[in-house]
């Protein structure tokens, strides 16, 4: 399993990013997918995660209504379309897959830093 996550940078407050994670080495379509992140001195936290075919998702609660995870399956990518950042959001985040599970994750990508400045 290899992720590679992009997308990261510097933003401002109330601005918008999207995050990509290309995966190789596994049948995609076949793993539910998410994402994680975690702030400097915090520990990490779930972030967002979709089923397989897209048709079930979850949030945390402080990112609802703010960021949307997306998954393309021709292209073995996930996405995470992140709108109205705030300063709490900034942190590494991490996509992750797992074949059999939305709630534990077990393959980790590396992370890609987002900073949003106020």
């Known amino acids: 399993v290899q992720l590679q996550a992009s997308g990261g940078g510097l933003v401002q407050a109330g601005g918008s990013l999207r995050l990509s994670c290309a995966a190789s080495?596994?049948?995609?379509?076949?793993?539910?997918v998410g994402w994680f992140r975690q702030a400097p001195g915090k520990e990490r936290e779930f972030v967002a995660a979709?089923?397989?075919?897209?048709?079930?998702?979850a949030y945390a609660d402080s990112v609802k209504g703010r960021f949307t995870i997306s998954r393309d399956n021709a292209k073995a990518t996930v996405y995470l379309q992140m709108n109205d950042l705030k300063t709490d959001d900034t942190a590494v985040y991490y996509c992750?897959?797992?074949?059999?599970?939305?709630?534990?994750?077990?393959?980790w990508g590396q992370g890609t830093q987002v900073t949003v400045s106020s």
């Open positions: 992750v897959v797992d074949y059999y599970s939305m709630t534990n994750f077990r393959s």
């Open positions: 080495g596994f049948v995609f379509r076949n793993f539910f």
């Open positions: 979709l089923s397989r075919v897209g048709g079930r998702t």
